[in-house]
């Protein structure tokens, strides 16, 4: 799981975030943070993976929050900025700062969903990298420029495709032809292997051969590590006390002020 922690002044903006976070498989939430003291407090003690920082921060910048996150005295973090400003300056400074994504306000779950999957490609090439050559670090870095994760799908949609989603996370144990995916979701068989077939090469899903009516080989498609209910397991989120502190799993987190 990459523990993201989400880093917003919008309490309410923060909380939509941290939501679209869980519902991407292999994305944990481990904490929300609104201001840069509670941002660094939370990296130094939760030691997240990935963070996604908003720039208008009511006591610092984002862009000096993350040369100060990068600056050798704190954990190590990848950052993906998340903001309105579209200034050239600010999109300059997230890239000489060392952002992996710089990602504008207002955008849909779709869309972050993309940076955040690129993302993961990235680690895992990255993980399994041993000796490097021109072709592999090519692989590596090219993970982040990644086209549209439906740009492989003729007249693509994001609804039919979280329709299929949706369907095979809620029913993680279950294989699904083609043929079966389309008579729950009422799209055409043909439809429906587009999108299946798009999905196992995006990683999200088994193919397993099995024998259908009268003995007919036929894939069955599986949805791949999905937890009950399709949200990753082992989801906290800072909840907020009346005593200024926040709670995670049962303990109390104390933030800077």
């Not at 030691?47 to 009511?58: A, C, G, I, K, T």
């Not at 579209?86 to 207002?106: E, F, I």
């Not at 800072?238 to 502190?245: V, Y």
């Amino acid at each position: 799981m990459i523990r993201t922690l989400v880093i917003d002044d919008d309490f309410r903006v923060a909380s939509i975030h941290a939501a679209y976070v869980a519902r991407v498989e292999g994305f944990e939430v481990i904490g929300e943070a609104h201001t840069a003291a509670e941002a660094v407090h939370a990296v130094d003690e939760l030691r997240p993976d990935l963070v996604l920082l908003d720039l208008y921060l009511p006591d610092e910048h984002g862009l000096k929050l993350a040369a100060r996150l990068h600056d050798g005295q704190h954990p190590p973090v990848d950052i993906i900025v998340i903001t309105a400003a579209k200034d050239a300056d600010s999109v300059r400074g997230a890239m000489q700062g060392g952002a992996l994504h710089y990602l504008l306000k207002p955008f849909s779950f779709p869309v972050l969903r993309d940076k955040l999957l690129s993302y993961a490609q990235m680690r895992s090439r990255l993980g399994s990298l041993r000796e490097a050559d021109q072709r592999t670090v090519d692989r590596v870095f090219g993970a982040l420029r990644a086209p549209d994760q439906l740009s492989g799908v003729k007249g693509r949609s994001v609804h039919t495709l979280e329709a299929v989603e949706q369907l095979l996370a809620e029913s993680a144990t279950a294989d699904f032809s083609a043929a079966e995916v389309a008579e729950r979701t009422g799209m055409s068989r043909a439809t429906a292997q587009r999108y299946l077939t798009h999905l196992h090469e995006l990683g999200r899903v088994d193919i397993k051969l099995r024998y259908g009516s009268g003995g007919r080989p036929e894939h069955g498609y599986r949805w791949r590590g999905a937890s009950p209910g399709g949200r990753p397991p082992g989801l906290t989120l800072f909840q907020h006390s009346s005593s200024g502190s926040r709670a995670r799993g049962g303990r109390r987190c104390r933030i800077a002020a």
